[in-house]
């Protein structure tokens, strides 16, 4: 399993770069024929400073070819006997690919695959994964034991929006997120094709940025005919970013979610917390390290995070975005 995962975070790296490459090519011959003069070719050719793509990054969907990497380490509440206990540990590698931009508005396409170390997992007569215990009480089946389910990749998720940032700050892109059934541990996974629509809407200001991710989803097609219970779900992914300059920023992207499906008391989970991020740049090419720690104020009652804690690093590749 972890070979299937190297070959794919591979291919995704290939990808990455070679897309930037033949984006760039094309940017020289484009800075060429648009140029009029001498100083309005420097002028666009000029490399954007830390503290600018710093602050266009705090956008989860900033028009950047990049691939982050992040790590994700969770410890885990709730009122089933050793909930307390779990803990999991979750990798997510997400290319981002701008395209047709034109007069600050386009299109950007981003994907995630999650690869999980472990995840916990309720067994009774079956499993129980987190998103199966917040539809029905798995101790209704009888008595149970927690243990962790296989290495595996979860489902793709995506996101494929237009949009951009207009002259006076505002940030707004709209289009539809998605969750693919690819995952590879096939019986707690849900098997589903979801789909909904999705708006991002924000700010930039002179001290920083502040915004939401918005989708609403649901099941429109099962991979297989597993009986598996209708998915309906809300994700708000709120982000903040105080610029501190010299690439420094205070940062909070907590996720909030809402489970439409799932029973009273097992539908909302809500953390806050924040971190802080550094951009830098290793020759040419710009790259953003974060760190933070959120801590679930609402949890669903029968099992969900406790405390959350994410590293991500962004290496973003040098092309007319990284330039003014």
């Given at each position: 399993?972890?070979?299937?995962?190297?070959?794919?975070?591979?291919?995704?790296?290939?990808?990455?770069?070679?897309?930037?490459?033949?984006?760039?090519?094309?940017?020289?011959?484009?800075?060429?024929?648009?140029?009029?003069?001498?100083?309005?070719?420097?002028?666009?050719g000029s490399e954007k400073t830390t503290d600018q793509i710093a602050?266009?990054?705090?956008?989860?969907?900033?028009?950047?070819?990049?691939?982050?990497?992040?790590?994700?380490?969770?410890?885990?509440?709730?009122?089933?006997?050793?909930?307390?206990?779990?803990?999991?540990?979750?990798?997510?590698?997400?290319?981002?690919?701008?395209?047709?931009?034109?007069?600050?508005?386009?299109?950007?396409?981003?994907?995630?695959?999650?690869?999980?170390?472990?995840?916990?997992?309720?067994?009774?007569?079956?499993?129980?994964?987190?998103?199966?215990?917040?539809?029905?009480?798995?101790?209704?089946?009888?008595?149970?034991?927690w243990a962790p389910t296989h290495s595996h990749t979860d489902d793709?998720?995506?996101?494929?929006?237009?949009?951009?940032?207009s002259d006076n700050g505002l940030i707004l892109m709209y289009g539809?997120?998605?969750?693919?059934?690819?995952?590879?541990?096939?019986?707690?996974?849900?098997?589903?094709?979801?789909?909904?629509?999705?708006?991002?809407?924000?700010?930039?200001?002179?001290?920083?940025?502040?915004?939401?991710?918005?989708?609403?989803?649901?099941?429109?097609?099962?991979?297989?005919?597993?009986?598996?219970?209708?998915?309906?779900?809300?994700?708000?992914?709120?982000?903040?970013?105080?610029?501190?300059?010299?690439?420094?920023?205070?940062?909070?992207?907590?996720?909030?979610?809402?489970?439409?499906?799932?029973?009273?008391?097992?539908?909302?989970?809500?953390?806050?917390?924040?971190?802080?991020?550094?951009?830098?740049?290793?020759?040419?090419?710009?790259?953003?390290?974060?760190?933070?720690?959120?801590?679930?104020?609402?949890?669903?009652?029968?099992?969900?995070?406790?405390?959350?804690?994410?590293?991500?690093?962004?290496?973003?590749?040098?092309?007319?975005?990284?330039?003014?």
């Open positions: 399993m972890r070979s299937i995962v190297i070959v794919i975070f591979n291919i995704c790296l290939v990808l990455t770069l070679l897309q930037p490459a033949s984006v760039q090519a094309e940017d020289l011959q484009s800075d060429e024929a648009n140029t009029s003069s001498a100083s309005s070719s420097a002028a666009a602050e266009e990054l705090t956008n989860p969907l900033a028009v950047f070819y990049r691939l982050d990497y992040q790590l994700e380490y969770r410890t885990y509440q709730g009122s089933i006997e050793g909930a307390d206990d779990q803990t999991a540990m979750i990798h997510r590698f997400t290319p981002v690919f701008p395209f047709r931009q034109k007069n600050g508005k386009g299109f950007v396409f981003r994907f995630s695959l999650p690869y999980y170390d472990d995840q916990p997992v309720y067994w009774t007569d079956r499993g129980n994964p987190e998103w199966k215990i917040r539809l029905e009480d798995p101790t209704l089946n009888g008595p149970g034991v793709v998720t995506t996101d494929f929006v237009y949009g951009g940032v539809l997120a998605g969750h693919l059934p690819t995952s590879s541990d096939t019986s707690n996974a849900r098997q589903q094709l979801i789909i909904g629509p999705q708006l991002n809407i924000g700010k930039v200001t002179d001290w920083g940025v502040y915004g939401a991710l918005m989708s609403h989803v649901f099941d429109i097609a099962e991979k297989r005919d597993k009986g598996t219970p209708d998915t309906m779900m809300t994700t708000i992914q709120a982000y903040f970013s105080y610029g501190l300059g010299n690439g420094w920023q205070l940062v909070s992207t907590p996720v909030i979610r809402y489970d439409w499906e799932g029973d009273s008391g097992n539908k909302l989970s809500l953390p806050l917390g924040g971190g802080i991020a550094k951009t830098m740049k290793i020759g040419s090419m710009p790259l953003k390290v974060s760190a933070e720690v959120q801590k679930y104020v609402v949890s669903t009652d029968r099992f969900d995070s406790d405390w959350f804690f994410k590293f991500t690093l962004s290496p973003v590749f040098p092309t007319k975005y990284t330039r003014n």
